[in-house]
Every structure is written in structure tokens, then in C-alpha cells.
T-cell receptor, first 113, second 115 residues
Framework: QQQVKQSPQSLIVQKGGISIINCAYE??????FPWYQQFPGKGPALLIA?????SEKKEGRFTISFNKSAKQFSLHIMDSQPGDSATYFC????????????FGQGTTLQVKP | DTGVSQDPRHKITKRGQNVTFRCDPI?????LYWYRQTLGQGPEFLTY????????KSRLLSDRFSAERPKGSFSTLEIQRTEQGDSAMYLC?????????????FGNGTRLTVT
């Protein structure tokens, strides 16, 4: 059972543009929603995370928008840069163990200069 | 903070051989996790430890897999009688316990290729 669905699978954006990646989850017991960034040959690194008591969280150029009723959340990368080219994963976990993450399938982002 | 360290970075083995991977977590982190990531997919949870106790194992962790964390510091993941389907990146991660959603810090993984 795929509990976290991510789209699109790949994304190409021009430098300076906005990158948007979407995720949908099924289990209403999830209460922690992080986004991870992964470069080739490296492990995933936490970008930003949100809990369902807020609808939006912003850190620098990265913003999470959260819609609890729709069970959806998205990552927005403003002013996208070539250095942002990487694979992005959304994830979710339950309160009992926030380290036991259910990941989406990933989105490969390419930012063209 | 020296980060999560994994060794080796790459391992090529023949089908049927046993392999062992090591993970050194961030020193003050008492939770340690193993994940597996296949090409083009997100990481999948395998197991986790709090200190030396293995508290949960995924159904993905067949009987051929065993993980240990004998002194609550480093951990090892052993795969016996490797199969080609075991080829993947094995990721280790660590975190502090607590209610503040202490973030998971991943290592750079061990890439296993079974020929």
C-alpha cells in the first residue's frame, strides 16, 4: 500500500522560476511531514518539515503548504537555482516514531541556467 | 557534529555471500535507523534501535538480514546468502529522542551490488 504519493516524477524549471512538488497521504494518523533533498551519491538531507497544526511554513526560498482536509502538502522552491537540481522526497510519520518515515517516490528536479 | 558515517561506501559481492555494513551515528543520538533505497525510489524503513534495543523491524527485513547495536553506539547490518534483489543503497540515520520531531540525519549510504 502506497501511503505517500508524490508528483511529478521529474520537473524541469528555468533559473529564477518556481518549482512545485506535490504529495498526498492516506493515513490520517500521520502528523509529521518533512521534505528531504538528495544529491547523487549522498544520503537524503532534511530541508524543511511541517506539522498539521499550521498551513504553511517558510524557510528561506523553501515553503511547505499543507492542506489537512485534502491530505495533501507541497513544496515550493522560489527563485530556483541550478544548485537546487537534486531529487526531492516528501515523507510522513506518526507521532509514535517520527524517525520511521514513509517516503514518496521522489521528484528529480533540474533547474536550467 | 561529524555526521553519520557508513562503511564501506560500496560493496560488490557474489550471490550467496554474506556481507556486513557498519554505521556510526552522531555521538549524542541514541536512536539509529536502517533504510534501504533502490534506484529511483524513496528510502524504505528496515529497522530501528533505541540505545542497544532493537525496537521495530519491517517485514522487508527477511530472516537473512540481521542488525545489531551491541553497545548502543555503532550498528552493523548483516545480509546472509545475498541475492540479486538485495542490490540497493543501505542508508543509516540517527536522531535524538523527544517530542520535538528531532530530525533524522542520514549517512551517505553503502551501495551494495550483488552479481
Amino acid at each position: 500500500q502506497q501511503q505517500v504519493k508524490q508528483s511529478p516524477q521529474s520537473l524541469i524549471v528555468q533559473k529564477g522560476g518556481i518549482s512545485i512538488i506535490n504529495c498526498a497521504y492516506e493515513n490520517t494518523a500521520f502528523d509529521y511531514f518533512p521534505w528531504y533533498q538528495q544529491f547523487p551519491g549522498k544520503g537524503p538531507a532534511l530541508l524543511i518539515a511541517i506539522r498539521p497544526d499550521v498551513s504553511e511554513k517558510k524557510e528561506g526560498r523553501f515553503t511547505i503548504s499543507f492542506n489537512k482536509s485534502a491530505k495533501q502538502f507541497s513544496l515550493h522552491i522560489m527563485d530556483s537555482q541550478p544548485g537546487d537540481s537534486a531529487t526531492y522526497f516528501c515523507a510522513a510519520s506518526k507521532p509514535s516514531n517520527t524517525g520511521k518515515l514513509i517516503f514518496g517516490q521522489g521528484t528529480t528536479l533540474q533547474v536550467k541556467p | 557534529d561529524t555526521g553519520v558515517s557508513q562503511d564501506p561506501r560500496h560493496k560488490i559481492t557474489k550471490r550467496g555471500q554474506n556481507v556486513t555494513f557498519r554505521c556510526d551515528p552522531i555521538s549524542e543520538h541514541n536512536r539509529l535507523y536502517w533504510y534501504r533505497q533502490t534506484l529511483g525510489q524513496g528510502p524504505e524503513f528496515l529497522t530501528y534501535f533505541q540505545n542497544e534495543a532493537q525496537l521495530e523491524k519491517s517485514r522487508l527485513l527477511s530472516d537473512r538480514f540481521s542488525a545489531e547495536r551491541p553497545k548502543g553506539s555503532f550498528s552493523t547490518l548483516e545480509i546472509q546468502r545475498t541475492e540479486q534483489g538485495d542490490s540497493a543503497m543501505y542508508l543509516c540515520a540517527s536522531s535524538r529522542p523527544g517530542t520535538d520531531n528531532s530530525p533524522l540525519h542520514f549517512g551517505n549510504g553503502t551501495r551494495l551490488t550483488v552479481t
